[in-house]
């Protein structure tokens, strides 16, 4: 334990053959991961021609540049843990970004559920962006039929579209449309094979900031998927936001697929408005951040699977008023049951 | 310290939510009265008791629940319904009492 601030982790995805493993060997070489370890499934290559070597369990190499590279065998928790470990022993150069590399057939869900929600993880890591690599010459069939795929783009919060020169002409658009009807909330960019760009440099590239975001809705091979924008026009009370949505992902949890937006809470208005942010059943735990709120009150984009999202706006503008009416009279009875007391 | 993996920091529900500490005991109460809203169609009550929530079920048998999570799982248990914020009796509940 080291009273160190929290590492921040952030997550490459994307189905097979993809580009991850390229797009981290241009980063290494660009020198775009100084101080950054980056760890490694066992499925994907190492992004490392040296020698691994051995470090207390941790299968590790080191770039020129000081990125270091871990391998792990699949279990991610165990292997950020024994990385923390070596960090805080010296065992290993000092870093201050974990970046994983994961299989591409993971659904990066379970490993954001792990860093939100581990006890021994969740105080030494903090979690950063999710970048999703889609190869834009197999993108409808992948999108299409693999159920992974699609898991990896909800998670996103930036798709970067790959291989481009390959594909066919107006495969981005049509990339575009699909993956943006599955995923409102994420940036969509192309990546050509020179692009050094670091899609996980908060200053170099900027999530793309909607203003309004819309509704849309897209059916996969196996699923319906909708998403839907839940609004409030002024500060929210958080009690009531908090046992709404905790009662909806307690019912509805695994078909929330996700929740990010920016809301006002009620009595917190000098602090800033805070960012909501789930994955499924998990919720981040919120926090305030500088921007202002878009109108003042919240509005949250939710992407949900075989679920009328039409029907969860109308459920948090039923509850939200609802509540907002039992104030109200709660404070028009207030001289009355003063007056009682007294 | 937790005893049990080492770690310093408490763990806190994401329904805690960004609060300072002045306001938490206030939220709790809050909260016991909203989710109480929630939990009544099926027939269990909610109070905040100490840092705790108290929910009494229509057999009057209790449970002690730390957060908003453990709430609706033991509103599960002893509720006659489970509660859906997406099902009709939702709806028409909360409609109802609009009408009233």
């Keep these: 334990m080291t009273g160190d601030a ?38 994907a290559a190492p992004p490392v021609d040296q020698s691994l070597m051995g470090l207390s369990g941790l299968k590790a190499g080191t770039f020129a540049d000081g990125c270091l590279c871990c391998a792990t065998d699949g279990d991610l928790r165990a292997s950020l843990l024994q990385l923390l470990e070596n960090r805080a022993g010296g065992k290993v150069r000092p870093f201050t970004r974990i970046l994983i590399e994961t299989s591409g057939i993971a659904d990066p869900a379970s490993l954001l559920a792990t860093l939100v929600s581990d006890p021994m993880l969740r105080p030494r890591l903090r979690l950063g962006r999710v970048v999703t690599l889609v190869d834009l010459c197999h993108a409808p069939t992948t999108l299409a039929e693999q159920q992974e795929a699609v898991a990896q783009i909800v998670a996103a919060d930036i798709v970067l579209f790959t291989k481009a020169d390959m594909a066919d002409e107006g495969a981005v658009e049509l990339a575009c449309a699909v993956v943006g009807a599955i995923n409102p909330i994420a940036a969509l960019r192309e990546c050509s094979p020179h692009d050094n760009t670091d899609p996980f440099d908060l200053h170099a590239l900027q999530p793309r900031h909607r203003k309004a975001p819309v509704a849309s809705a897209v059916h996969t091979h196996h699923h319906h998927i909708a998403s839907t924008v839940l609004r409030w026009p002024s500060p929210v009370d958080w009690a009531v936001f908090a046992s709404w949505l905790s009662l909806l992902l307690h019912r509805h949890g695994p078909n929330i697929l996700r929740m990010k937006g920016i809301m006002t809470i009620a009595g917190e208005e000098q602090h800033g408005p805070v960012v909501i942010q789930s994955v499924r059943h998990i919720v981040h735990m919120p926090e305030h951040v500088a921007q202002p709120a878009a109108n003042g009150g919240a509005e949250i984009v939710v992407i949900a699977r075989e679920i009328d999202p039409a029907l969860i706006r109308r459920s948090f503008e039923t509850f939200l008023a609802h509540a907002e009416r039992k104030n109200r009279s709660t404070e028009d009875h207030l001289p009355q049951i003063n007056a009682v007391i007294a | 310290m937790c005893g049990f993996c080492g770690s310093f920091s408490e763990h806190r529900h994401w329904s805690a939510g960004p609060l300072t500490a002045a306001r938490q005991g206030a939220v709790r109460i809050r909260i016991a009265h ?67």
Excluded: H
């Design chain 2, 34 to 100: 909203m989710a109480g809203e929630l939990a009544a169609p099926a027939g269990v009550r909610l109070t905040a008791w100490r840092d705790r929530f108290q929910l009494t079920g229509p057999t009057g048998k209790r449970e002690l629940a730390t957060d908003l999570a453990s709430i609706w799982r033991a509103v599960d248990r002893l509720g006659r319904a489970m509660p859906d914020p997406l099902d009709d009796a939702f709806f028409d509940g909360l409609e109802a009492q609009a009408k009233e």
């Design chain 1, 6 to 43: 929290p590492v921040i982790v952030d997550v490459l995805t994307g189905f097979l053959g993809a580009g991850k493993t390229s797009l981290v060997r241009r980063l290494a070489e660009a020198g775009a991961l100084s101080g950054v370890a980056v760890l490694v499934n066992e499925y």
